[in-house]
């Protein structure tokens, strides 16, 4: 099955500074790799996704990088706020709907101001 | 995007008793939903795959006749969990797929179970 490995554990970046959160993939087959932000108490939420026919994907404030060769993937905020503090979790699945996905075992990421 | 509702959103039990979450898709059909359970401080690890009008799929090591797994509608999806004891504490979470790939997962706010 996939193992999916995430790092760092813990990340504390200053107000305004980036961050980025580093993942690996072991199964070759997996196509679709979302991320997901956590806060205490609440369900993931969707923040970016990318498939395996893509390099790089942003949305405003936030990227995603791919590297299939190397199966692994990145997750690139800018311009941190407050706000971005939270749990980041990255997965890896088949994609299709017919599987769930593995997850890496989750980032918190703390905003400094 | 989608919105997927989770009902009760906590709830706290004796032991020995059962408990029923459900998992409702609100504006989409979802042929598929997936059950995850999340222990503190730790990730999402996926218990099994709901499907409509059949049979759940378990994954290695959940016991499927403590986790009742009923779908039994295109946007309802139960998960009962039969004589819980305190170590099935944890918080459980949905998702279903949507989207035209059917890739992406949309998941509930979670279901926090206390068992004393």
């Known amino acids: 099955g996939e193992n999916v490995e995430q790092h760092p554990s813990t990340l504390s970046v200053q107000e305004g500074d980036s961050a980025v959160i580093k993942c690996t993939y072991s199964d070759s087959a997996s196509n679709y790799f979302p991320w997901y932000k956590q806060e205490l108490g609440k369900g993931p939420q969707l923040i970016i996704d990318?498939?395996?026919n893509v390099g790089e994907k942003k949305d405003q404030r936030i990227a995603v990088t791919l590297n299939k060769t190397a199966k692994h993937f990145s997750l690139h905020i800018t311009e941190t706020q407050p706000e971005d503090s939270a749990v980041y979790f990255c997965a890896a699945v088949w994609g299709g709907g017919a599987d769930g996905l593995t997850f890496g075992k989750g980032t918190h990421l703390i905003i400094q101001p | 995007g989608a919105v997927v509702s989770q009902h009760p959103s906590r709830v706290i039990c004796k032991s020995g008793t059962s408990v029923k979450i459900e998992c409702r898709s609100l504006d989409f059909q979802a042929t598929t939903m997936f059950w995850y359970r999340q222990f503190p401080k730790q990730s999402l690890m996926l218990m099994a795959t709901?499907?409509?009008?059949?049979?759940?799929?378990?994954e290695q090591g959940v016991e499927k006749d403590k986790f009742l797994i009923n779908h039994a509608s295109l946007t309802l999806s139960t998960l009962t969990v039969t004589s819980a004891h305190p170590e099935d504490s944890s918080f459980y979470i949905c998702s279903a797929p949507s989207g035209g790939r059917q890739e992406t997962q949309y998941f509930g706010p979670g279901t926090r179970l206390l068992v004393l």
């Open positions: 990318i498939r395996s």
């Open positions: 709901s499907n409509e009008g059949s049979k759940a799929t378990y």
